[in-house]
Structures are given as C-alpha cells and as structure tokens.
C-alpha cells in the first residue's frame, strides 16, 4: 500500500481543489483510520448503526489539524466511495469541529467534476438539510460513549476553509 502522504499533495487548494483520500465511505459505520505510522488503513472501531457516516469521509495528505491527525474532509458525492480511493475535489466550506477539547476541523467538498449533471454544489448553502444532518451526526456520534466531548463550533465558507488548509500543510511541514 502506498503512503498517501509521500505520493500525493494537499492539491491547487489556494483555487479551491484539493485531493482526498476516502477513509469511510458514506452509509458505514465502521470508523477507518489512515495510520501513518504503518501506511494503511486500520479499523478503529464499530459505531453504533444510527450514527452510520451520512458523507463519505477523508483527509487531505501532507497536511496535519490542530489535533495531530491529518486534516479531515467530508466528501459529498451521490454514492459512497470505497476507502483507499483518492479524488481531486472542490472545497465548498468548513464545519468547524472541537472533539476532546481539541480543533477537529472538517473540509467539506465535492467531487471536482460534480458540474456535470447541472445540479452543481458550489457552496454549503445549496445543501442545507445534509449541513444540518452533519451537524447533527458529528455533535451527538460519541453520545454512548462520552457524552457532550463534541461540539460543531461553526461553519466557514471557501476562503476560511483555505486559510485551514494553508495552516494545516505548514503544520505537516515543519
């Protein structure tokens, strides 16, 4: 398998592309992590059903959050797409994230082709019920196990999701 990090860049994200790799595909509930450290994928555990990932889920490579994992991106698409793929996306916003007590920001973005069909995503404004479900999702997922530890702090638009993105890859940098 190869190491996302050393193989693939955070992408044109200053014109609002990026590249993904896909941990979770939408609809699973198994919680799949990149381990750096091992350069694979690793099953962290089993959630409960109910709180199945309502997106898939990634991360952007060479680029590390404010809790020391890779930057998180919740990828909208009409399908679930299988771990381990990768995809050159749009960035349409942010979903500012705290886990733990730790910054545990989100990229939301769509696939970089996604204007095809005429019903193109360009902002989190023309999904407004999937930003309230993934609020939902992402401020009550850990409820069984630790009640009230995550909290969905705010949503940014594209210029506030690159200014994360330029912070993130200086973080993996240094």
Avoid at 36 to 47: I, P, T
Avoid at 143 to 156: E, F, I, M, R, Y
Avoid at 161 to 169: G, L, R, W
Wanted: with cysteine.
């Amino acid at each position: 398998m190869p190491d996302f990090n050393q193989v693939l860049t955070p992408g044109d994200y200053q014109n609002g592309f990026i590249n993904v790799v896909v941990e979770i595909p939408e609809g699973s509930r198994l919680k799949v992590e990149w381990d750096r450290e091992h350069a694979a994928f690793k099953l962290d555990r089993v959630d409960p059903s109910i709180f199945a990932k309502p997106c898939n889920y990634g991360f952007i490579p060479q680029t590390l959050d404010e809790d020391g994992d890779e930057l998180d991106a919740l990828i909208i698409c009409p399908e679930p797409l299988a771990t381990g793929v990768w995809l050159e996306a749009t960035v349409i916003g942010v979903m500012k994230f705290v886990d733990d007590g730790e910054v545990d920001d989100k990229i939301v973005c769509v696939p970089a082709d996604n204007r095809d069909d005429g019903n193109a995503i360009t902002s989190l404004a023309d999904v407004p019920q999937l930003v309230k479900q993934l609020e939902h999702h992402f401020t009550h997922y850990k409820d069984l196990k630790k009640p009230g530890s995550t909290v969905v702090t705010g949503w940014g638009d594209l210029e506030e999701a690159k200014s994360i993105i330029a912070k993130s890859i200086e973080r993996y940098q240094v």
